[in-house]
């Protein structure tokens, strides 16, 4: 295969998949206090599931590249690849065979060596037994530049999923038909305090964290939304910048959540690429 360049002046990586990333084929159209994607809005987007006929979506992932797919090392971390499986191509989970729904069965797992159980380095790579087939409904997500992703303070990025409409407590369930939602960027520092003040505990956040949120909650990821990608836009194309990390509840005021920042991951991602076969170049 010919060397994929990922220019570091870029902010994002337009050739790491072969083909034009970042790009909706079809016309755009539960996360906690999001609403209705439109089919095939979020084409890079994937359900990570439990293999088999009673398997469910458990987690998110995003395609950037017909054999691999970026999600968080909690969400893969030590889990046997024989018991999972990537739907590609899925818009609402009931929905029975659509004819672009991709069911594609997991080579290897690929989590970061650091990862901690405090969400540091919570970024994994997850290899398909085989390529997906690009379409309408199936299409690859743009990557950050190294370290150059454009992400500023109430900077608004959006995050889909199939994740629980709210905590379980508030009669929050899991969503059938993809959910999105915009939330805002939010500086480090204060969501350090934030989280300190309502834990008392000290929290440390790292440059490899982005907070995105409300202040007041109400809209935010939610258990099964994790491993999806937080999106900007950049020249028409979309752009992962985050993967859903963590956070304390969903929507809560004050605390908002916490993504992997993917730009500090660029030379991650390509090393592990490269040693399967793929070229990628910085």
Known sequence: MKNLNVGSKRRFCKYIAGVECGRVRVREGRIKGGVDA???????????????????????????????????????????????????????????????????????????????????????????????????????????????????????????????????????????VLQKVSVSVLARADCQEWYRNHTGKMVVLYDSHVCAGLENGEKDACQGDSGGPLLTKSGGHSVSVGVVSAGIGCGRPRLPGLYTRVSRYIDWIAENLNARGVKVTL
């Open 38 to 176: 439109a089919p095939g809005e979020f084409p890079w987007l994937v359900s990570i599931r439990v293999a088999g006929p009673t398997g469910g979506h458990y987690c998110g992932g995003a395609l950037i590249h017909q054999r691999f797919v970026l999600t968080a090392a909690h969400c893969v971390v030590r889990r046997s690849t024989k018991y999972l499986a990537v739907v590609a191509g899925e818009h609402d989970l009931r929905a029975r065979g659509p004819a672009h729904r991709q069911v594609l069965n997991v080579k290897e797992v690929i989590a970061h060596a650091n990862f901690s159980k405090r969400y540091i380095n919570d970024i994994a790579l997850v290899q398909l037994t085989e390529g997906v087939a690009w379409g309408q409904y199936v299409q690859p997500l743009c990557l950050p530049g190294r370290n150059n992703d454009g992400l500023t303070d109430f900077l608004n990025v959006t995050v889909a999923g199939w994740g629980h409409t709210d905590e379980a407590a508030n009669g929050g369930r899991p969503a059938d």
